[in-house]
């Protein structure tokens, strides 16, 4: 059976189809994610943005930068346990208020280490 071509004077050369091979794109990433997962898009409904408003209204700070003895304003409504597409808990709570850095590395790396057992 034929090999692919691979390009020439590099060691562990990739292969020609890889090369040719066009990246996704943002649209085609976003559309295979959301397929993935659909409780996604509850993001995007106004309920979702009534109960993110109403959390961020009540506990306008930080949780995590408190604990730290530093006060950030808070913009995310973060779900204390994950749902993992339980509409109950999706919609339910328990949820606390977070800043955009410390919900997208502390929150998602406790989430991938529970994940992972």
Request: charged share 30%.
């Amino acid at each position: 059976m034929a090999k692919a071509p691979r390009l020439a004077g590099r060691r562990g050369a990739v292969p020609a189809s890889v090369v040719d091979a066009r990246p996704q794109s943002d649209a085609d990433y976003e559309r295979r994610r959301r397929d993935a997962a659909p409780w996604r898009a509850w993001y995007g409904l106004a309920r979702w943005r009534a109960i993110r408003d109403e959390q961020l209204a009540r506990e306008p700070l930080c949780r995590m930068c408190l604990a730290d003895g530093v006060v950030v304003a808070a913009s995310v409504c973060d779900h204390i346990e994950p749902h993992r597409g339980d509409a109950n808990k999706f919609w339910n709570g328990p949820f606390q208020s977070l800043c955009a850095f410390h919900h997208n590395r502390d929150k998602q790396r406790e989430e991938a280490e529970t994940r992972r057992g």
